[in-house]
């Protein structure tokens, strides 16, 4: 089996989550300490962490072309960070609960979030505006913790 590289130190709090940069030269971690970790995947040092988040970040992800990084809060939003500098690019606001997750279309044009709130909500990417919300989505925020190629149809994920 395999051996462990290095550990990656530099969170305060439990990490929720991490995930490898689609080229494989970065990860990125989310924690309960309020922030995401950008890390250098090769040697294992922070390149920079993005805080703005009022509480813990349940999920961090790139888009797919790796430019952009999107992560979800318990404090009820997603935020859209600049993957190379970690500046914020947008905060989206409309859930009333923590979100659980959010990630990128395949195409990068737009995110999805899911919410404990009960709803999924698709937001523009790039203007950072709420597209659809999906309502009555209980039975879906458990597989919502996306795969590639996710479709939005009549009120569902499928």
Same mark, same amino acid.
């Given at each position: ?9 530099? *969170?305060?709090?439990? +990490?929720? %989550?991490? @995930? ?14 309020? =922030? ?9 040092? =922070?390149? *920079?962490?993005? $805080?703005? *988040?009022?509480?813990? @970040?349940? %999920? ?17 939003? @997603? &935020? @859209? ?10 905060? !989206? ?15 990068? &044009? ?11 909500? +698709?937001?523009? $990417? ?6 659809? =919300?999906?309502?009555?989505? *209980? ?5 919502? &913790? !996306? #795969?590639?190629?996710? =479709?939005?149809?009549? #009120?569902?994920?499928?």
């Amino acid at each position: 089996m395999g051996k462990t590289l290095y550990t990656l130190a530099g *969170h305060t709090d439990s +990490v929720i %989550s991490a @995930v490898f940069s689609p080229d494989g030269r970065r990860i990125v971690s989310a924690s309960l300490d309020r =922030t995401a970790r950008v890390w250098d995947a090769e040697i294992g040092e =922070t390149v *920079h962490a993005v $805080a703005g *988040h009022a509480k813990a @970040v349940t %999920s961090a992800a790139y888009s797919l072309d790796g430019r952009w990084i999107v992560s979800a809060s318990d404090d009820g939003t @997603v &935020r @859209v960070w600049d993957a190379e500098t970690g500046e914020e690019a947008h905060a !989206l606001a409309g859930h009333t609960n923590s979100v659980l997750s959010a990630a990128f279309s395949p195409d990068g &044009r737009r995110i999805v979030s899911t919410s404990v709130d009960r709803t999924v909500r +698709v937001w523009d $990417a790039e203007m950072g505006e709420a597209i659809r =919300t999906l309502t009555g989505a *209980h039975a879906c925020c458990d597989l919502c &913790r !996306l #795969q590639p190629g996710w =479709t939005v149809d009549r #009120q569902c994920l499928r």
